[in-house]
């Protein structure tokens, strides 16, 4: 995976000052208008961290603690990049504050990618959910203000209504070294700002379920202040997870009602087909089980086809056979709106629960 960015190669970032500290205790030479204007943030992908500084400095000063360095000029204007071991990027530090489906399964598709155990740490205020991260070999504490203090990205992933008492706890120990995501439903990016430090860069994600088994449909937002390159990070370390989208925060609740929410509406309808089977005389389990395949099946032609459902549904049904009789059936019951009301009520709570939080923010 590789990334180019086109900039001027005098400017410097303060995470390239942290590296170099790291390395030999020196600082780059950097003015003020030119660290106002990186915002002190670097893109760093999976495999390749993405360094704009000038080459001649860089040599001098990180060369001698890297054994594994390559600056290559990519063009004209000068657009240059560094590639480092890809052990590197595994030395990247993750937090999760709560522990719930959600987190566990961010951090499976996480541990899936470059990312190692030993670089992962979890809390939660008790040891429930605690068991199933340590069998992945990821540690754990009680502590959210530890994990805030040992992470580069945190994951806020409780629930709406606890994220200002967990934000007020842990904003004094964010900095400008830390990307923090919350997947938070209904958790709106300007009160999440508002319950950080100024300038924090923070991005709004909502994932499903099917993430605990690399197949979910994720959808972030970008805060005021997080450059193209955080969401780049975020969606390097997440796309293990399943789909991986950008959009704008608008999009953000009508994503929690068409598939955060949407998995349960699959649930039910698989129930609904099993227990018709059964009802025709067919066993419980094997209904169950031909049911899920169906879904699964169906959802992967309908994904890997690029086909809209409608043209498949076309395709499955002939005329006065069994498909357009059932389908008859359906829309007599309503299906179709029923489904599309289903989702506008998702989303609409939402927003609701955006806005209770907004207006306890203010409190």
């Given at each position: 995976?590789?990334?180019?960015?086109?900039?001027?190669?005098?400017?410097?970032?303060?995470?390239?000052?942290?590296?170099?500290?790291?390395?030999?205790?020196?600082?780059?030479?950097?003015?003020?208008?030119?660290?106002?204007?990186?915002?002190?943030?670097?893109?760093?992908?999976?495999?390749?961290?993405?360094?704009?500084?000038?080459?001649?400095?860089?040599?001098?000063?990180?060369?001698?603690?890297?054994?594994?360095?390559?600056?290559?000029?990519?063009?004209?204007?000068?657009?240059?990049?560094?590639?480092?071991?890809?052990?590197?990027?595994?030395?990247?530090?993750?937090?999760?504050?709560?522990?719930?489906?959600?987190?566990?399964?961010?951090?499976?598709?996480?541990?899936?990618?470059?990312?190692?155990?030993?670089?992962?740490?979890?809390?939660?205020?008790?040891?429930?959910?605690?068991?199933?991260?340590?069998?992945?070999?990821?540690?754990?504490?009680?502590?959210?203000?530890?994990?805030?203090?040992?992470?580069?990205?945190?994951?806020?992933?409780?629930?709406?209504?606890?994220?200002?008492?967990?934000?007020?706890?842990?904003?004094?120990?964010?900095?400008?070294?830390?990307?923090?995501?919350?997947?938070?439903?209904?958790?709106?990016?300007?009160?999440?700002?508002?319950?950080?430090?100024?300038?924090?860069?923070?991005?709004?994600?909502?994932?499903?379920?099917?993430?605990?088994?690399?197949?979910?449909?994720?959808?972030?937002?970008?805060?005021?202040?997080?450059?193209?390159?955080?969401?780049?990070?975020?969606?390097?370390?997440?796309?293990?997870?399943?789909?991986?989208?950008?959009?704008?925060?608008?999009?953000?609740?009508?994503?929690?009602?068409?598939?955060?929410?949407?998995?349960?509406?699959?649930?039910?309808?698989?129930?609904?087909?099993?227990?018709?089977?059964?009802?025709?005389?067919?066993?419980?389990?094997?209904?169950?089980?031909?049911?899920?395949?169906?879904?699964?099946?169906?959802?992967?032609?309908?994904?890997?086809?690029?086909?809209h459902p409608a043209q498949l549904r076309s395709e499955v049904c002939t005329p006065g056979g069994t498909t357009i009789y059932g389908l008859h059936t359906l829309e007599q019951g309503g299906v179709r709106a029923s489904t599309m009301s289903a989702v506008e009520s998702a989303t609409e709570r939402a927003r609701e629960l955006g806005r209770k939080s907004a207006a306890g923010?203010?409190?």
């Amino acid at each position: 995976m590789c990334a180019t960015v086109e900039t001027e190669c005098t400017r410097t970032e303060s995470r390239v000052e942290r590296v170099a500290q790291d390395a030999g205790g020196h600082r780059p030479p950097a003015s003020a208008a030119q660290r106002r204007e990186t915002n002190g943030r670097v893109p760093q992908l999976a495999g390749w961290w993405m360094l704009r500084v000038n080459p001649t400095w860089l040599t001098a000063q990180i060369k001698p603690h890297f054994k594994l360095y390559k600056t290559s000029t990519i063009c004209k204007s000068e657009t240059h990049q560094i590639k480092m071991d890809p052990e590197m990027d595994s030395q990247l530090k993750i937090g999760f504050i709560g522990a719930g489906n959600m987190a566990f399964g961010i951090a499976k598709g996480i541990l899936s990618g470059n990312v190692l155990p030993v670089n992962i740490k979890v809390s939660a205020p008790s040891s429930r959910n605690l068991g199933r991260f340590q069998e992945l070999g990821i540690a754990v504490t009680h502590s959210n203000v530890e994990v805030v203090c040992g992470s580069d990205v945190v994951f806020v992933a409780v629930k709406p209504h606890l994220v200002q008492i967990v934000l007020n706890e842990i904003s004094r120990h964010v900095t400008d070294r830390h990307i923090i995501v919350s997947v938070a439903a209904g958790v709106t990016l300007q009160t999440l700002e508002e319950l950080l430090p100024e300038n924090s860069v923070v991005i709004r994600l909502m994932p499903n379920l099917p993430c605990v088994v690399q197949e979910g449909a994720l959808l972030f937002a970008r805060g005021s202040h997080a450059k193209q390159e955080d969401g780049a990070l975020l969606r390097s370390l997440l796309h293990r997870c399943g789909l991986v989208e950008e959009g704008p925060e608008a999009w953000i609740d009508i994503h929690t009602g068409l598939s955060g929410s949407g998995v349960a509406f699959v649930y039910l309808f698989a129930e609904a087909l099993a227990e018709g089977a059964v009802k025709m005389g067919m066993p419980s389990a094997l209904a169950h089980s031909i049911a899920s395949q169906t879904i699964l099946g169906a959802g992967r032609l309908l994904r890997d086809s690029g086909k809209h459902p409608a043209q498949l549904r076309s395709e499955v049904c002939t005329p006065g056979g069994t498909t357009i009789y059932g389908l008859h059936t359906l829309e007599q019951g309503g299906v179709r709106a029923s489904t599309m009301s289903a989702v506008e009520s998702a989303t609409e709570r939402a927003r609701e629960l955006g806005r209770k939080s907004a207006a306890g923010s203010r409190k």
